[in-house]
């Protein structure tokens, strides 16, 4: 997983963040992104961007799969606030949930 966002943005308007999966067979196919804050004043935006794994019993190509997800986010307020995008990092037995911290400075 790797991402790349804005690190200045205007209250009120949304700006986008990218966020690069891998799914290593060709079994694996892109999903949902999925963007949510507490509440309309959030400092916090959770990002998670969502890959479909096969079943362990399908038959899939060892074709490494490349996933593009596109997300908006935007903050109500000026201030700090953080983009936290939620995924998977690492291959095999060495996958594990990860998150990445962004910080976005919020002008009015």
Do not use: W
Not at 38 to 51: E, G, H, K, N, T
């Amino acid at each position: 997983m790797s991402s790349h966002t804005t690190s200045q943005a205007r209250a009120g308007e949304p700006f986008n963040i990218t966020i690069n999966t891998v799914g290593n067979n060709g079994c694996f196919t892109k999903g949902d992104t999925e963007v949510t804050t507490p509440d309309s004043l959030a400092r916090l935006a959770r990002v998670v961007a969502y890959d479909l794994v096969p079943s362990p019993d399908m038959y899939c190509t060892a074709v490494m799969m490349s996933f593009r997800h596109d997300a908006t986010v935007h903050f109500e307020s000026p201030g700090e606030a953080t983009v936290r995008v939620v995924g998977y990092i690492g291959f095999g037995e060495e996958t594990r949930l990860d998150s990445l911290d962004y910080k976005v400075v919020v002008g009015p």
